[in-house]
């Protein structure tokens, strides 16, 4: 299951088309996929209704568009924590970062597809204000942004957080107190994970999450 986790999280990169138009429903990745792609067996949990009914509304961050056409849903089962506590101390050690936060399944993410408008260019800390404009969103856990990523690309072999700029920032600070960013890379690896080197303006914006525990979403 490890050497599964390693080669979903590491080298499943051969082939991937461009990231296109990201903005069509894409099918979620449920507690079933765990065991289909990864060899873990999750109690399955149904989708709470609210975020279920919220899938179908407009979505506060982009006009014309609903929720699902922006967002993507997936799945954080119980047992995961444990093992993705290795790739968590690699993340740390490679980009002299803070450990990063182990997840408390199981929960659905739903998270946007890519960072909302308005959020590049910010500082970090204006990125923690601009979130604080949408009720029920928070900047996404590096694990959370690595899941979506990853489950994504292994189901539907689409590429969210693609390219400079494209990017989101993390809950995560490197160990200077300078945020995390975390996407996906066309150059023969999964993921590109780097680190920022100043409180400046910076072409990553956010993406935000939600789904743990949120009931009210949306624009305050």
């Known amino acids: 299951m490890i050497d599964s986790l390693k080669t ?8 991937v088309q ?4 990201i903005f069509t429903e894409t099918a979620e990745f449920g507690p079933q996929d765990w065991g289909k792609y990864f060899e873990i067996q999750v109690s399955n949990s149904s989708l709470p209704s609210h975020l279920r009914s919220y899938l179908d509304q407009p979505c506060p961050f982009w006009e014309n ?6 967002h993507y849903l997936f799945f954080i089962p119980e047992n995961l924590p444990d093992d993705l506590s290795h790739l968590s101390n690699s993340v740390s050690k490679l980009y002299s970062c ?8 199981p929960y659905w993410g739903l998270i946007t597809k890519k960072p909302i408008p308005d959020s590049s260019g910010k500082t970090f800390s204006a990125q923690q204000e601009l979130i604080k404009s949408y009720s029920g969103y ?10 979506a990523i990853n489950t994504a690309f292994l189901k ?17 600070t490197s160990i200077s107190g300078w945020p995390l960013a ?5 150059n023969g690896k999964t993921l590109e994970i780097e680190t920022t080197y100043g409180d400046w303006d910076e072409s990553n914006g956010i993406a935000v999450i939600t789904g743990k525990n949120e009931v009210n979403f949306g624009n305050r």
């Open 98 to 105: 803070k450990a990063a936060q182990s997840l408390e399944g």
């Open 156 to 172: 539907e072999d689409v590429r969210y957080f693609q390219g400079a700029g494209g990017q989101t920032h993390c809950e995560e």
């Open 65 to 70: 568009q609903t929720v699902k056409q922006t």
């Open 8 to 15: 979903a999280f590491y080298t499943l990169c051969t082939g």
């Open 18 to 21: 461009s990231q296109g138009n």
């Open 182 to 186: 975390i996407g996906s890379m066309s």
């Open 138 to 147: 928070r900047i996404p856990k590096v694990n959370e942004a690595m899941l």
